[in-house]
């Protein structure tokens, strides 16, 4: 049987208002878990972002990425693109939900606009067919956290890695790939 590349877009709507790396970990984990009950074994996650410090390049996602097979059990590499580059089918896919939404909500009466986060997901879900939605709680983003602060993860563990610039005209990207974690334990 040969591979076959198929094409599904996966949305989270979050009542969370904080983008930071714990939210990112959250959406990876809801994103992880759709994958794997709809494909199946997942071999390797090829992520591709901006150069957002606050969600994605910054040493508690560098970590991230280094436990990324240990947390979700599937191997991962990081893919950054320059500010204000790097925009592709995702920022369509979360543009149609708003534009569909934004009409919706004004053609309906008065007291039944879309205005919360958990309205919109109601609305995607069962309205836009070929876009998966989950709903991400206030609730699960401070587990997340309360789960991360308890491993201590940065106290524990120094990364080493390599950054490699790739410049790729019109886009420059920068790629992290991390070739080896070590405790402070094992150093001494």
């Known amino acids: 049987m040969q591979d076959e590349i198929d094409h599904t877009s996966f949305v989270i709507i979050s009542e969370c208002n904080t983008h930071d790396t714990v939210a990112v970990h959250l959406f990876q984990k809801l994103l992880i878990q759709f994958l794997t009950d709809t494909l199946g074994h997942v ?5 591709f972002s901006d150069g957002c410090a606050a969600q994605y390049k910054n040493r508690k996602n560098f970590l991230n990425l280094c ?6 059990g599937v191997q991962a590499e990081w893919h950054f693109f320059a500010t204000s580059h790097g925009k592709g089918p995702s920022d369509g896919v979360g543009g149609t939900i708003k534009r569909l939404a934004a009409r919706a909500s004004l053609q309906r009466p008065f007291d039944q606009q879309i205005i ?3 309205q919109l997901f109601e609305f995607a879900d069962s309205e836009i067919d ?3 939605c989950q709903f991400a709680t206030t609730e699960q983003y401070r587990q997340q956290a ?5 491993l201590k993860m940065l106290a524990q563990f120094q990364v080493h890695g390599i950054c490699i610039l790739l410049f790729q ?3 420059k990207r920068l790629q992290f790939d991390p070739f080896h974690l070590q405790t402070r334990k094992d150093r001494n």
Do not use: G, M, Q, V
């Open 43 to 47: 071999k390797k996650i090829c992520y």
């Open 130 to 132: 070929k876009i998966h």
């Open 169 to 171: 005209s019109p886009k």
């Open 146 to 150: 309360e789960f991360l602060k308890d």
């Open 116 to 118: 919360t986060a958990r």
């Open 67 to 72: 436990l990324h097979e240990e947390d979700f």
